[in-house]
């Protein structure tokens, strides 16, 4: 059931970032969305009010243990100046399971959506019209209980927060180097890599230091059980193509369940390819790339939409893929992708939610 929202205006507005040039969640806009969480009320109060810091008591539970969830979508300007955003309702659907993992209480998924769309519309101005360009919404929940006890929280707070952001590749796409990592972890089955969740982004920054200390521009990571199978490339899914056929690892409980790769699964197989979801391990691909059968590579998230891999290094050994350039899958699916998102293609599968 939708409670009703209650709004209060910003008197200040902020300047708007110059849309040529915005550094990544930086800038934030004039209101946000707060709801709040007790056991004997439940999720209640309902309410955008100016964008302003939070107090929080010290001994609140999200500093001691890690109690909080995340989710990441953007609204799109199209060139006839509608906002749109990109099926919105599958991330509140993996809020709620990432949720589930965290023992925190779910939402209601379709009054959290009203409340979005509220959001972005009182915010609508801040919808960056230049190419690449968009505006990021980061909803997220914490755990406010203040107490010291090992256990889950009886107190919570859901916010959404809004940040105009620029294009992810300045000037065009261009295929990015990757390390493989041998060492460290993202995540493990049984663990927490299906879920959005704070601890597993911090505890993946060593390896990607490590990474770009040599030159890398982000990580492959590989399961944390045999470290063998491939899981997903930074903080994207990741996709190979391999002697005509499409393969991406199979979900398997420490990889996150992308709406880009949900949505270019679909999309490859309506196109009419061999898409494999299966474990493929390192070596695999290796042998594959020894053959000359690795023929594209290719992380896919919101951030990027489609971020091609030029390079991977395993063990001091090189994999160049495609000559370094795009190759001709990922750039159809970031075409499509991205023409949807701005309504310069038809939304066959109705996946665009019009604010
Ligand atoms: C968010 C995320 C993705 C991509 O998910 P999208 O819904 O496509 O943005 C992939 N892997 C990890 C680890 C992520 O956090």
Do not use: C
């Not at 999200?62 to 919105?88: N, S, W």
């Not at 049984?190 to 969740?197: E, S």
């Not at 290094?313 to 701005?342: C, F, S």
Request: net charge negative; no cysteine.
């Amino acid at each position: 059931m939708t409670q009703s929202l209650t709004t209060v205006e910003s008197r200040l507005r902020k300047q708007k970032p110059d849309s040529g040039q915005i550094p990544f969640g930086r800038t934030f806009t004039d209101h946000m969305f707060v709801m709040d969480y007790e056991e004997s009320k439940g999720w209640h109060e309902p309410r955008i009010v100016p964008y302003e810091p939070l107090t929080l008591d010290p001994a609140a539970m999200i500093f001691h243990y890690g109690q909080t969830v995340f989710e990441g979508l953007k609204a799109y300007r199209t060139d006839d100046g509608r906002v749109l955003l990109f099926r919105p309702e599958k991330n509140f659907e993996r809020l709620n399971l990432s949720s589930e993992r965290l023992s925190i209480p779910p939402i209601d998924e379709e009054a959290v959506m009203d409340y979005l769309k509220k959001l972005i519309d009182l915010e609508r101005d801040w919808v960056p019209e230049f190419e690449g360009t968009s505006l990021y919404i980061r909803p997220f929940i914490i755990a406010t209980e203040p107490s010291l006890a090992v256990a889950p929280s009886k107190m919570y707070k859901f916010m959404i927060i809004l940040s105009p952001v620029g294009p992810y590749f300045s000037g065009g796409i261009r295929p990015v180097t990757i390390n493989v990592e041998e060492e460290f972890t993202r995540a493990v089955k049984g663990g927490t890599g299906m879920a959005k969740t704070a601890g597993n982004y911090s505890s993946g920054y060593q390896a990607q230091a490590k990474a770009s200390k040599e030159g890398n521009a982000d990580v492959l990571w590989l399961d944390g059980v045999e470290k063998r199978y491939i899981e997903e490339v930074g903080s994207m899914n990741i996709f190979f193509k391999i002697d005509g056929e499409i393969v991406t690892p199979a979900l398997s409980g420490s990889i996150l369940r992308g709406i880009t790769r949900t949505s270019i699964l679909e999309l490859l197989k309506e196109w009419g390819w061999t898409v494999n979801e299966r474990r493929i391990s390192i070596e695999e691909l290796y042998q594959y790339y020894e053959e000359g059968k690795l023929e594209e590579a290719f992380g896919a998230g919101t951030a990027a939409v489609i971020s091609p891999v030029g390079e991977f290094n395993w063990l001091g050994k090189k994999m160049v893929v495609n000559n370094h350039e795009i190759g001709p899958v990922a750039q159809k699916l970031y075409d499509t992708v991205t023409g949807i998102q701005r309504g310069r293609k038809e939304d066959d599968h109705g996946w665009t939610v019009e604010i």
